[in-house]
Every structure is written in C-alpha cells, then in structure tokens.
C-alpha cells in the first residue's frame, strides 16, 4: 500500500512554464538585453531545469555578448531574483489556473489520509505564490513536505530533490508514487527509485517517458486508489 504521492509543480500541478516563460523575458526587458524567449526556443531551453541554470545555458548555447560585469554568478542571480517577482505578480493576479482534476484529486487524497509532497525545481516563493493563489487559505496544510529549488545542490534530472523529499517524509522510495510532466522529472524520480505517472503538459508533450509506470493525459478520471491499482498491476504484468 502506497503511503505519499510526491507532486512535481510547473506543467504538473498547472501549466505555469508558459508564466515562468514571460517572467523570464519581463526581467530581461528590465536589464535591456535584446533577449527574447519564444515558446518554441523555451520549448527547448526548458531541457535545462532551473531558472538561473537555464539563462546561463542560453548565454553559453547562444554565446549571448553580456554587459559588462564583474561576477557572471551574481549578475544571474539578480536576474533571476527580478524574473522571480514578475512571476509571484502574475500568479497573485490569478494568472494559473489547476490542471484538470488536481484539485478534487488532491481532496480525494486528503480523505484517504495518503501523505502529500512537493518536489519541484522552481524556487519556493513561487510554489507559495501558486499554492496560495489555487487553494487560499488551506494552502498550508496540503503539503506536509515541500521540497523546492535550490534546496539540494543538483537539480532534475539528478534524483537528489526526490531523496530529500523522501527524506523528510521518512519514507522509503517503495511508498510512494511521483507525479510529473517531464523527462527531467520522471529520471529525477526514476532515479530515486520512485514509480512514476506522467501527466505531459503543453511544453513536455514531445518528450519520450519510458521510464515511467503510467502515462495519463490528465488526472480528471483518476482518484489515488485507482492509480496505486493500475501501478501495481502494471508492476506485476511486468514481473
Ligand atoms: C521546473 C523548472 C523551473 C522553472 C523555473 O522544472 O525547470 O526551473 O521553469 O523556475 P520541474 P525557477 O517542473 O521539472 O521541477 O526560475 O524558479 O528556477
Ligand atoms: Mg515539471
């Protein structure tokens, strides 16, 4: 019997990559750097997860000319703090909505009394902001662990934020089941030694998910119950 579900965030819980995309391009504007991120270059650049992993990707894949600075590091990371709070604005201004089925999922989760926890790459103030924003005023008690960031040195596909969330839960890889919408998520769990349904969402629907146990468009016709079913079924079919 499956104790946790441990939630990716961005593509997962919401389709929030297409935020993170303007939040990106809203900071470069502020810094007057004739950047811009298309959907299809993000579409790509989003193989590198992390926000200030991704923009030194872009710098070093692009080989970008940067202003004149003394620490590329800091410079990136002021950057990325700006592309943050353009972010938390949008999703105050309700710009996310839940993908369909996560919120009567997770309810039907809490009522069976199956753990709930987060392991996502985007920084924390952002999944406060997104959690607040979808769920108000229960948002602090549907997680009991979030797990986000820079939290661990090495993010996905490195299954280091997964260990971490299993460590606070004091689980073992064997209780859980890990929601995802990407490859870099589903290796970061796979690696971890979690089964894995994937949910592709508009930016990850071209990717190849063999690792995972279940692929499902969405979780609408899904309860908890029904998943750890067909996980174990599939599992056993395998041998
Ligand atoms: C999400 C990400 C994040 C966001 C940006 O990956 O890669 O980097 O795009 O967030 P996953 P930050 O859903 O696999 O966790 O800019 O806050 O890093
Ligand atoms: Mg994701």
């Known amino acids: 019997m499956y104790k946790a579900i441990i939630f990716d965030v961005d593509g997962t819980l919401s389709e929030t990559e297409e935020i993170h995309r303007r939040a990106f391009n809203g900071a470069f504007e502020t810094r007057d750097l004739s950047w811009h991120w298309d959907r299809i270059l993000y579409r790509d650049l989003l193989r590198v997860t992390g926000g200030k992993e991704r923009i030194r990707h872009f710098m070093q894949a692009h080989d970008r000319e940067l202003p004149t600075v003394t620490n590329v590091g800091d410079w ?7 592309k943050t709070s353009f972010y938390t604005q ?116 071209d990717q190849s998910f063999d690792e995972a146990v279940l692929i499902a468009g969405n979780l609408s016709d899904l309860t908890p119950q029904s998943i750890f079913d067909t996980v174990n079924e599939t599992l056993s079919a395998l041998g």
């Open 76 to 82: 990136v990371a002021e950057l990325h703090r700006i």
């Open 90 to 205: 949008m999703i105050e201004s309700d710009m996310a909505v839940l993908r369909p089925g996560i919120r009567d999922f997770i309810h039907a989760a809490k009522i069976k009394g199956i753990r709930l926890a987060i392991a996502t790459t985007t920084s924390v103030p952002n999944v406060e902001a997104l959690l607040a924003s979808a769920f108000g005023r229960d948002s602090q008690d549907i997680f009991e662990v979030i797990c986000a960031g820079d939290c661990v040195p090495t993010k996905k596909p490195a299954p280091d934020i997964y260990l971490r969330a299993l460590e606070l839960l004091g689980l073992d890889p064997s209780d859980c089941i890990a929601i995802e919408d990407s490859r870099n998520g589903l290796l970061s769990a796979f690696l971890a030694g979690i089964d894995t349904l994937v949910t592709p969402s508009i930016y990850t629907d």
